[in-house]
Structures are given as structure tokens and as C-alpha cells.
């Protein structure tokens, strides 16, 4: 077999794992803060992801009979729909809230728990993350979980029974990138389930970076929707996870303070 052709089995048979499913692309995607449902679906199709996230406060897929629903554009049947608790400031308005996705989804039992702290910083009320897990997990709940990134704690979501766990790398929204790579890394060393960057990417470079970490994916929303082209963006963003993935499979060079020639000069005629 072919050096390329090897290159292209190795991609191909690298999938991300979620709760006993293989999915083929690293990159989950948000579906809120597109200026329309047209804008959305391009963004998503371009992106190449099969996960979608969906904030069950904000966006209609059902619960309001009378208006567009986002699953005529993105048909469940096409993405693996992932309900997520954003605008949550408490247990149990996360847990209300993923009872009435599992509802909406006839069942649906994936979900992306994430219980806020403060209005400022969205950052994650940790307390209120693990009780809302706890009570999830025992419901059936296949929960993937938004936390800060303290390897302890991502630890601890692990061992309750979370299916996946996913440190922020930054504020939410920020686009800041990835502001500890160090405590992003301990998660992953100590991991056995998947750790998925989650928040505070800017740019295609962050999520390559995230990747080269040895992160199982990324989930953005904001970096694409946000951006002057939303449908561009989510292209870069694409080739960035599959960049950032091979590139930590190869393997880096070691880190050296000084020069090193690329060609031996042992046996160099003169």
C-alpha cells in the first residue's frame, strides 16, 4: 500500500467515539446567533459536522407549532441532535430543561448539561454541574458536560458517568483561544473518556491547537456564527480539527533551544 494511500486509511479509520457511536468529524457545531435558518444550514453543512447543538430555551424544534422549526433545515434524521441547558443558572433548570428536550426528541437521551455561574462570565457553576449530573446520569441521561478546565473536577464528571467531558478554553464567546493548553493537556493525559474543547475559540488556529493538544474535538458556536462569513468560516474550521488531529497522530519534534541542521553533516564531503 501507498504511502498516501495509508495516510488516507489512517483518516478514515479515526473515529470519534461518543457513548458507543462513531462519528467521522471532530467538530460539533452550535446552531443560535445566525442571522437566519438559511445561513444556519449552509454553516452546518460546510462545517461537515454530525453533532449539532441545540439550546432548548432559544431555538423551536417543536415547541412552537406555529413557527419555522430548526429541524426542517437540519433533519434529525441526517445530525445526531445535542440538546443543551445554555441559559441555566441552577440544577434543577437544567435538569427540567433536558427532560423536555428528551420530550421534544421522542426519547432523545444525549445531552449537553452545562449549568452557569454568573450573567459576566459564563463561566460553569461547578457545585450545580455536578448535582445536575448526578440526577441526569441516574435518569437515563447520556450526558456530555461543560466544565472549567480543573483536571480534578474533569476527573471526578469522568467517574460519575459522564460519556464525554468538555473544558472551556476560554470565557464563552470570547474567542480568546485556548488560555491554559497545560491544565487542557492533564485533562486529556488522564482521561478515558472524550475531552472536547468547549468555548472560547476565535479562529481556525485555536482549534488546530486544541487538536494538536490531543483533544477528541471541539465544539464551537460562536466562532462561526459570529464571524463576517459564517459559511467561510466553518470551512476553516473544518480543515483546522482534520489539520490539528493528524498533526498530533504524526507526533511534534521536540522543543530545542538551539539549532539543528534538517540535513546530517556526519560524512560531508569537503
Do not use: W
Amino acid at each position: 500500500m501507498s504511502s498516501v494511500m495509508k495516510s488516507v486509511t489512517s483518516r478514515t479509520a479515526d473515529p470519534l467515539m461518543i457513548d458507543g457511536i462513531e462519528y467521522q468529524s471532530r467538530l460539533l457545531v452550535g446552531t443560535g446567533k445566525y442571522r437566519d435558518m438559511e445561513e444556519t444550514r449552509l454553516a452546518v453543512e460546510t462545517s461537515g459536522a454530525e453533532i449539532i447543538t441545540v439550546a432548548i430555551r432559544r431555538t423551536n424544534i417543536g415547541q412552537n407549532a406555529d413557527e419555522p422549526s430548526l429541524l426542517d433545515v437540519l433533519p434529525p434524521d441526517r445530525y445526531t441532535y445535542l440538546p443543551n441547558t445554555a441559559g441555566c443558572y441552577s440544577a434543577d433548570d437544567a435538569i427540567r430543561t433536558c427532560r423536555l428536550a428528551r420530550e421534544l426528541l421522542g426519547g432523545h437521551s444525549l445531552v449537553k448539561l452545562e449549568v452557569l455561574g454568573d450573567e459576566k462570565t459564563l463561566f460553569p457553576d461547578i457545585s450545580q454541574t455536578l448535582d445536575a449530573a448526578e440526577t441526569l446520569i441516574a435518569d437515563g441521561f447520556r450526558v456530555m458536560v461543560y466544565t472549567n478546565d480543573d483536571p480534578i473536577v474533569a476527573k471526578r464528571l469522568e467517574d460519575m458517568g459522564c460519556v464525554a467531558v468538555m473544558p472551556l478554553a476560554a470565557p464563552i464567546g470570547s474567542g480568546l483561544g485556548i488560555r491554559n493548553p497545560y491544565n487542557i493537556r492533564t485533562i486529556v493525559e488522564n482521561a478515558g473518556v472524550p475531552i472536547l474543547v468547549d468555548a472560547g475559540v476565535g479562529c481556525a488556529s485555536d482549534s488546530a491547537i486544541a487538536m494538536e493538544l490531543g483533544c477528541d474535538g471541539v465544539l464551537m458556536n460562536t466562532a462561526i456564527a459570529g464571524a463576517s462569513n459564517p459559511v467561510l468560516m466553518a470551512s476553516a474550521m473544518k480543515k483546522a480539527i482534520e489539520a490539528g488531529r493528524e498533526s498530533f497522530l504524526a507526533g511534534r519534534i521536540p522543543r530545542k533551544r538551539f539549532a539543528s541542521a534538517s540535513s546530517p553533516v556526519d560524512g560531508t564531503f569537503f
